[in-house]
């Protein structure tokens, strides 16, 4: 007589997959974003580190880079916006293409995708963040400058 030893369980949150060809290209492009983002705060920064930004009041090179950044941080953010709709919208293809093949849909699937999803959202909304707040320093900035 075979006696069962105890019952098997998973732990479905510590599963994981390969990332997609797709989703290292997404991470690509938000990679390129950061580099952007720096790149602008590092060449505002070089002509006026930080908390010194008084000194070049009345240096207009200084005025236009500063809002040529901002302006320049405020399309990356729309940029990123944009990459993580078509991110997610492929995905999203890509998933029901799978749901269609296999002539099922389960609870798991549709928490996987829901993870899945929150998971590139939430990376995408911390680059913005990022790219936020530095255009918001930059604005700082610019408010901050004596007029001449």
């Given amino acids: 007589?075979?006696?069962?030893?105890?019952?098997?369980?998973?732990?479905?949150?510590?599963?994981?997959?390969?990332?997609?060809?797709?989703?290292?290209?997404?991470?690509?492009?938000?990679?390129?974003?950061?580099?952007?983002?720096?790149?602008?705060?590092?060449?505002?920064?070089?002509?006026?580190?930080?908390?010194?930004?008084?000194?070049?009041?009345?240096?207009?090179?200084?005025?236009?880079?500063?809002?040529?950044?901002?302006?320049?941080?405020?399309?990356?953010?729309?940029?990123t916006y944009l990459g993580w709709g078509i991110f997610a919208s492929m995905s999203l293809y890509d998933l029901c293409n799978r749901l269609l093949d296999q002539k099922r849909v389960g609870d798991l699937l549709v928490v996987f995708l829901i993870r899945d999803f929150s998971t590139a959202l939430t990376m995408a909304l911390f680059v913005v963040l990022f790219a936020f707040s530095v255009r918001w320093h930059v604005c700082e900035r610019i408010e901050h400058l004596p007029k001449s």
Avoid: H
Wanted: charged share 15%.
């Fill in 1 to 79: 007589m075979l006696q069962e030893s105890g019952s098997t369980s998973w732990d479905f949150r510590a599963m994981t997959t390969e990332p997609s060809a797709g989703f290292k290209m997404y991470l690509l492009f938000l990679l390129v974003v950061c580099v952007a983002t720096c790149t602008k705060l590092v060449r505002v920064w070089r002509m006026a580190p930080p908390f010194r930004a008084v000194r070049q009041g009345g240096n207009p090179d200084y005025v236009t880079l500063l809002g040529s950044s901002a302006a320049s941080l405020k399309r990356w953010i729309s940029f």
